[in-house]
């Protein structure tokens, strides 16, 4: 007959030789949140979100979409209709993931005194997949 082996894990116990977890423990192993595939890293903002962020990435949804779906306040003054510049944003790294830049985006930029070369209205750059974003909100 062989020996149990010891087992050491962190809240775990062994009793009448069963090993046991707390109920927390056993979700947390078993239905743990699955990792995101792609994310947008938003650098830290003094009244949006002084820490920073990091967001999943959502294949076909705007950076404003993205940021919105996990409770990022990002301006958004013309309910993403691309006629304001509140959802200004610098894609800092990743920028040949999100869509091209349209004329209409161009022409609203030009309204704006910070524009970059890396300025994007975040309603219009829309994640394309295969990488991650890092973005500094403007707006």
Request: proline share 5%; glycine share 8%; with cysteine.
């Amino acid at each position: 007959m062989t020996q149990p082996r010891d087992i050491a894990v962190s809240g775990a116990s062994v009793q009448n030789g069963l090993f046991h977890l707390a109920p927390e423990q056993f979700w947390n192993m078993f239905f743990f949140k699955k990792k995101p595939a792609h994310t947008i890293t938003v650098l830290p903002h003094p009244a949006i979100c002084p820490q920073g962020e990091i967001v999943p990435a959502i294949v076909g949804k705007s950076i404003v979409e993205c940021l919105l779906a996990e409770e990022v306040e990002i301006g958004h003054s013309c309910q993403m209709q691309c006629s304001c510049t509140t959802c200004h944003v610098y894609v800092m790294e990743g920028g040949q993931f999100v869509s091209q830049q349209r004329d209409d985006e161009d022409r609203v930029l030009k309204t704006t005194q910070d524009r970059q070369r890396w300025s994007r209205l975040g309603c219009q750059a829309v994640f394309e997949g295969n990488g991650n974003l890092v973005i500094e909100i403007r707006g």
